[in-house]
């Protein structure tokens, strides 16, 4: 090939790369509704943009700058580059403008988060499944109000709020209601200096981060660390809540040592410093210290004069998080146990059946009254599998459960139980062998029932007779 010839190859192939990166740079992938504001150049959230490249490598946007947001620089760039998860897409310039209208009302609203660990979840519940859980003080956009449950007070009032969809600065997208966030506008330049500034109102930073945190008592630490999750304690709310919005703190728990509910509001003016990590509720008999980053103590002055301390924790998981998973750990228990029948028959103890949604129903057991199962309830009710085995048994026995007999607690009757080739194995437990909700002894001369799968027993049921082991 001639020399000439090269040289002119070689410059229709460079026209031709040229072409097709003028052409990509022209052509229009759709138009797009900037959802987070951009800093550099200060174009605002809602607005439409011309949308040219989608890179997977650098997980952006290439959009078109307005000419009213340009830098007067001629040479300056009249593209820039957004994040995938900032910016909604479409098809037509007529269906962006339509989303921009719709975004209009909160297309300048954000949100700053008032509490440590505040989650974001999959719906508008607090029920529903956390999917982020957002530091004190970071930023969200708010992306639209929505319908919801009510979010619920520790006094069992709705608390004032909407839920809002909303979107975190690296691009997750979950509900979260606005009572703990402080809403603000905020239309271009950066925004870390809108974060910095709310931050700097407060005096006191290390007090902000105290009221902002949730304060449980200190056997919702003990609980959480050796996995014996009580959720009859979980769904009471104890707590200390100051109330930094109302100006009224509440202290309600249960006080094991004297066997009384403690349920306290105390109004107050101020909080004001009392030492090293320590504050004073103005107006009230009441003052809490940090005794660590995670451990509060509360104290305040009873009538008669007494000074009373209590201390409360905060935990590394939120409390409607812990709850669902203990539920679910539960449900899995009861169905292993389903699973095993869920028929059962004895020649001494009757018929037990039970049913997928955790009820049951008994007949036949009444060699097992009075001295275990009360003579003045009917043989139906629900399973609770509420309680947890010490060590010590853990080799001996698959787990406990409480017979909920009419929906009575002061006919609830606790048996352990171990699975069995032919059935089921249970055996009576009297309330002094639980410690709270763990089975920490067997009864001296336990009672043992044996049960086997199937509405009939075996012609051989000499193993089912009521079992006195010394």
Not at 130 to 138: D, I, K
Not at 283 to 312: H, I, K, P
Not at 344 to 356: I, K, M, P, Q, V
């Amino acid at each position: 090939m001639s020399l000439n010839k090269l040289c002119f190859y070689t410059l229709l192939t460079a026209l031709c790369a040229l072409c097709v990166l003028f052409a990509s740079c022209t052509k229009l992938a759709g138009w797009g509704v900037l959802l987070w504001s951009s800093d550099n150049p200060a174009v605002p959230s809602g607005t439409v943009l011309p949308v040219y490249i989608k890179s997977n490598i650098n997980q952006a946007w290439v959009a078109g700058i307005p000419e009213k947001y340009r830098a007067e620089d001629a040479n300056a760039p009249d593209k820039f580059e957004i994040p995938l998860k900032q910016m909604e897409l479409f098809g037509t310039r007529a269906a962006a403008l339509k989303r921009a209208e719709e975004f209009a009302q909160l297309a300048v609203m954000y949100g700053e988060t008032l509490q440590d660990g505040l989650p974001l979840r999959d719906g508008p519940d607090n029920g529903a499944r956390r999917v982020y859980r957002l530091r004190l003080g970071e930023v969200v956009k708010l992306l639209a109000k929505t319908e919801g449950t009510p979010a619920i007070s520790s006094t069992g009032e709705p608390l004032p709020g909407d839920w809002y969809q909303t979107l975190t600065q690296d691009g997750t997208i979950g509900y979260c209601f606005s009572y703990r966030l402080q809403l603000f506008e905020y239309s271009g330049g950066k925004l870390e200096i809108v974060q910095r500034t709310v931050g700097e109102q407060g005096e006191d930073e290390e007090l902000a981060a105290t009221l902002a945190k949730t304060w449980l008592p200190e056997s919702y630490g003990a609980m959480l660390a050796n996995n014996t999750i009580d959720l009859d304690m979980l769904n009471q709310h104890w707590g200390f809540y100051p109330g930094q919005d109302s100006g009224k703190a509440r202290l309600f728990l249960k006080d094991v040592e004297n066997d009384k509910i403690i349920d306290n509001t105390f109004s107050y003016t101020s909080i004001q410093p009392n030492g090293a990590r320590a504050w004073r509720f103005d107006g009230a008999s009441l003052q809490m210290q940090l005794r660590s980053d995670n451990m509060l103590a509360v104290q305040y002055t009873e009538n008669g004069g007494a000074l009373r301390t209590f201390l409360f924790v905060t935990l590394p998981t939120d409390i409607d998080d812990i709850i669902l998973q203990e539920n679910a750990l539960r449900s899995n228990r009861f169905m292993r146990i389903y699973n095993q029948g869920p028929l059962f028959s004895s020649a001494n103890y009757g018929s037990l059946t039970l049913n997928r949604n955790g009820s049951f129903s008994w007949s036949g057991f009444d060699l097992l009254i009075p001295h275990i199962i009360p003579a003045s309830v009917q043989g139906a009710g629900r399973i609770a599998m509420r309680l947890y085995l010490d060590s010590s048994l853990e080799n001996r026995y698959a787990g406990a459960f409480t017979l909920q007999f009419n929906g009575r607690r002061d006919a609830d009757v606790d048996f352990l139980y171990s699975f069995e080739s032919q059935g089921l194995r249970i055996e009576y437990i009297p309330k002094n062998c639980i410690d709270k909700v763990t089975v920490v002894r067997r009864d001296t001369s336990p009672t043992v029932v044996y049960f086997f799968k199937g509405g009939e027993p075996p012609p051989d049921d000499a193993g089912e007779i009521l079992i006195i082991e010394e």
